[in-house]
């Protein structure tokens, strides 16, 4: 069944995931098909949505989730990542784990014999642009023909969003500053997708060309979790980058505001936006309970 590392991962399963959440979601499942089932949850940072959403997600599912700190895991003392992925996988079914390395979940998952999943790494976010797909899907309507601009750090919400948005048929524009654009290989691999899909995918510094004709707008703090060392310096650089109304109104009327949480109010967005009529951002964090469902359901049943 393979593990969840990156939206690559879903390539061909990204819609079938997707509507399998709608259906979830709307109680249209078998009950308790995850009966007997346990998913360990490894956190290396801290987690407020990712970590109560899948623990409440798997008792919903009829499964159980155990919290693993890695200051409490002796992987936190120095046990070997393979170790810990090959006993593990006696006692569970799958492994959810927020890593500071995206090469440490990747060791794991290829020493692993259950689903790894990646709950946020320095490189990619996946299950949250899951739920925010999901999000655009019940706000929007659908995706194809749709414009999504994230606005920020070219880090690991934007470089999930850059892959799964031509994946549904959907162009992309990210406006961030000299210097904070996302890797290279995610690029590459979302520019494929966009050639392969039809789509436009557009990285730039000048946030009203991004905004053009955009029908969803997303942002994230300018500081992520593992780069307070550089907070100063990015205040400064992101400064521009503020989504305020009048970066809003560059952006289609019914355009919608989302933010994966937590938010920096005064920062990377304005109070007026973030609590303003077209922002979605509790539909968008209540959603990833019914994405994640849907992955776990997908990986684990
Ligand atoms: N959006 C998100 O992943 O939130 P947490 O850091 O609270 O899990
Ligand atoms: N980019 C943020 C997302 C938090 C959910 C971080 O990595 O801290």
């Known amino acids: 069944m393979g593990s969840l590392l990156s939206i690559s991962d879903i390539k061909d399963d990204v819609k079938y995931i997707l509507d399998l959440a709608i259906k ?48 409490d895991l002796q992987m936190g003392r120095g046990e070997p990542i393979s170790d810990t992925a090959k006993v593990l996988s006696r006692f569970v079914d799958g492994i959810m784990i927020r890593a500071i390395k995206h090469s440490d979940v990747e060791e794991l998952a ?13 490189l990619e976010h996946p299950c949250q642009v899951l739920a925010d797909m999901l999000t655009i899907k019940e706000h929007l309507g659908d995706w194809e023909g749709r414009k999504i601009c994230f606005v920020g750090d070219g880090n690991n919400v934007s470089n999930s969003l850059l892959l799964i948005a031509p994946l549904l048929g959907m162009d992309m524009s990210l406006a961030c500053p000299k210097g904070y654009e996302p890797c290279e290989s995610i690029l590459k691999t979302a520019l494929e997708y966009a ?107």
């Open 24 to 71: 979830i979601k709307a109680g249209d499942v078998e009950e308790r098909p995850l009966e007997g089932k346990t998913l360990a949850m490894i956190f290396q940072k801290s987690s407020t949505r990712t970590r109560v959403s899948f623990d409440v997600g798997m008792y919903q599912l009829g499964g159980r989730a155990i919290f693993l700190s890695s200051n």
């Open 195 to 301: 050639e392969e899909f039809n789509t436009e995918i557009t990285i730039t510094d000048d946030i009203g060309v991004a905004l053009e004709n955009v029908d969803a707008v997303f942002t994230d703090v300018w500081v992520s979790m593992g780069d307070e060392v550089e907070k100063a310096q990015r205040e400064i650089d992101f400064a521009p980058f503020q989504v305020n109304k009048d970066l809003m109104s560059i952006a289609n009327d019914d355009a919608i505001f989302l933010h994966c949480l937590p938010a920096v109010r005064g920062q990377e967005v304005t109070a007026d936006v973030i609590d303003g009529p077209q922002s979605v951002i509790y539909d968008e964090a209540e959603n990833r309970m019914h994405a994640q469902k849907a992955i776990l359901y997908y990986y684990l049943k």
């Open 110 to 122: 290829k020493y692993s014999d259950v689903p790894v999943i990646n709950g946020l790494t320095d």
